[in-house]
C-alpha cells in the first residue's frame, strides 16, 4: 500500500538525494533548490510507479520524463540557466549504481549467469533513462539540430 | 558582418574560443553543447567561419576568415564536473557584446576560470555524505544502514578532494576510495549491528558512480555525436570497474557479501 507519509519520505530522501549531488556539481546556489525540487518529483514519480506495479524500467522512464519536462519548464523561466543543471542532478538518484557493482561482484564469483542479469538490468536502466531525457526533448525542442 | 582582424588578433581569437570549448568539456558539459558555445562566440567575434571537432579529450579547431587561416588541436587536461563553470559560460556567451575584441574575453573567461567553488569543502563533503545515507534508505535501509553510509561516504569524499588535488589518475582515485569506503562501512555495520549490512555498504561507495559522464554520454548520442558518446560511455564504465575492484578486494580480504 503507498500511504502519503511514504511518499513525503521518498520525496525528502530524493532531495538529500539531488541536493547533495547538486552541491557536488557545484550547481549555483540560486538554481540548487529548483534542481533538488525537480529530483524529488521524478524520484517520488518512480517510487509510486514501482509500488503500483510497474517494472522498474518503465517507472525509470516516466521518472527521467519528468526530470526532463521539469527541468526545460525551470530553465526557460529562469533564463540563461542550462538545462543540463536541472536535468543531469535530477536524474542522479536513478543511475543504476548498484546492479553495476553487482554485476562485478557476480563475475568475480565467477557466478557468469548472475552477472549477466545484473549487467542487462543496468542498461536497460540506463536506456530506459535515456528514453525518458529524449522523449522529453522531442516533446520540447521540435527542429533537428545539425 | 566580418571583422578585419589582424593575424595575432585571429590566433587570440582561435584560442580563446578553444579555451571555452575545453573548459565546458572539463566541467562535464556534452560534446554539443561545447561545439554550439563555441559556434555562438565565433559569430559574437564576427569570425568568418569557425570549424571544430570536438570529442571529450581531444578538440580541432579551425578559423577561417579573409586570407588568413589557422589550425589547432588541442587536449582536454581533465574531465571533471562544474555546473556554475557552464552555466557562467553559457551566460556569457549570450551576454557578451558584439563588438567584444578576443583579448577583452579571454579576461571575461580568465575571471570565470578563477572563481572560487560555489561551496566550501566540508560544506560539499556533509552534502555528500547524507546523500549517500538518504540513499541507503531508499534502498531499504534504515538508521544503522544509514549512519554507516552517511560516515563512510564523508571519509571517501574527504579521501577524493585530497587525491584530485595530487592530480592522481581518476581510475586510482575511484578504486582508492571505494576500498577505504567498502573498510569503512564493513566495520561500523558490525559495530552498530546494522541489520541490512550489505545496503550501508553500497550506498557508501555511490557518491563515486560517474553519473554526469553516463547522463552526457547520453545526451551525445542523442545527438547523432557517437563518437563522444562512445568516449564518455567507456570512461563511465572503466571508472565503474575500478570502483568495483576497489570494493572487491575489501569483500574478498573480509569474506563480507554484499549479494
Not at chain 1, 519528468?66 to 519548464?73: D, K
Not at chain 1, 543543471?85 to 553487482?102: C, K, L, Q, R
Not at chain 2, 541489520?195 to 552526457?216: C, Q
Request: proline share 4%; net charge neutral; hydrophobic share 55%.
Amino acid at each position: 500500500m503507498l500511504t502519503l507519509s511514504d511518499l513525503l519520505l521518498q520525496g525528502l530522501l530524493g532531495l538529500c538525494v539531488t541536493i547533495g549531488f547538486g552541491i557536488l556539481f557545484n550547481v549555483p546556489r540560486d538554481s540548487l533548490a529548483y534542481g533538488g525540487v525537480i529530483g524529488a518529483v521524478g524520484h517520488v514519480l518512480r517510487f509510486a510507479l514501482r509500488k503500483a506495479g510497474l517494472s522498474n524500467e518503465v517507472a525509470t522512464f516516466f521518472g527521467a520524463l519528468a526530470v526532463g519536462l521539469l527541468g526545460y519548464w525551470v530553465s526557460h523561466r529562469l533564463q540563461s540557466k542550462p538545462r543540463m543543471i536541472f536535468t543531469v542532478t535530477g536524474i542522479i538518484s536513478m543511475v543504476p549504481g548498484i546492479p553495476a557493482y553487482e554485476m562485478i561482484i557476480y563475475f568475480s564469483h565467477s557466478d557468469t549467469l548472475n552477472g549477466i542479469q545484473s549487467a542487462v538490468r543496468a542498461v536497460l536502466a540506463t536506456g530506459a533513462i535515456a528514453a525518458g531525457l529524449s522523449t522529453a526533448r522531442l516533446l520540447t525542442e521540435f527542429e533537428h539540430r545539425e | 558582418m566580418i571583422k578585419e582582424y589582424s593575424p595575432s588578433e585571429l590566433i587570440e581569437a582561435l584560442n580563446v574560443v578553444a579555451r571555452v570549448g575545453i573548459l565546458m568539456l572539463q566541467s562535464g558539459a556534452s560534446s554539443f553543447r561545447a561545439k554550439d558555445i563555441m559556434d555562438r562566440i565565433a559569430a559574437k567575434l564576427a569570425i568568418e567561419q569557425l570549424d571544430t571537432f570536438v570529442t571529450p579529450t581531444k578538440m580541432i579547431v579551425i578559423v577561417n576568415n579573409g586570407q588568413a587561416n589557422y589550425t589547432r588541436a588541442f587536449k582536454v587536461p581533465s574531465l571533471g564536473v562544474n555546473m556554475a563553470r557552464v552555466s557562467a559560460l553559457e551566460v556569457l556567451s549570450r551576454a557578451m557584446a558584439d563588438s567584444t575584441s578576443p583579448a577583452e574575453l579571454t579576461k571575461l573567461v580568465d575571471e570565470i576560470e578563477q572563481r572560487a567553488p560555489e561551496y566550501p569543502r566540508f560544506v560539499v563533503i556533509g552534502a555528500v555524505a547524507i546523500a549517500c545515507g538518504a540513499f541507503a534508505v531508499i534502498l531499504g535501509g534504515g538508521l544503522p544502514e544509514f549512519a554507516t553510509a552517511t560516515c563512510a561516504a564523508a571519509v571517501a569524499q574527504w579521501l577524493r578532494f585530497r587525491m584530485i588535488a595530487l592530480r592522481l589518475s581518476p581510475y586510482l582515485i575511484a578504486a582508492t576510495c571505494s576500498a577505504i569506503a567498502a573498510t569503512i562501512s564493513f566495520g561500523l555495520v558490525h559495530l552498530l549491528n546494522a541489520p541490512l549490512p550489505h545496503l550501508g555498504l553500497i550506498a557508501s561507495v555511490l557518491l563515486l558512480v560517474p553519473g554526469v559522464p553516463l547522463v552526457t554520454a547520453i545526451l551525445d548520442f542523442m545527438h547523432f555525436d557517437f563518437i563522444s558518446g562512445m568516449a564518455r560511455s567507456i570512461f563511465a564504465a572503466l571508472i565503474l570497474v575500478n570502483i568495483g575492484i576497489g570494493m572487491l578486494v575489501v569483500l574478498v580480504l573480509t569474506g563480507f557479501s554484499i549479494l
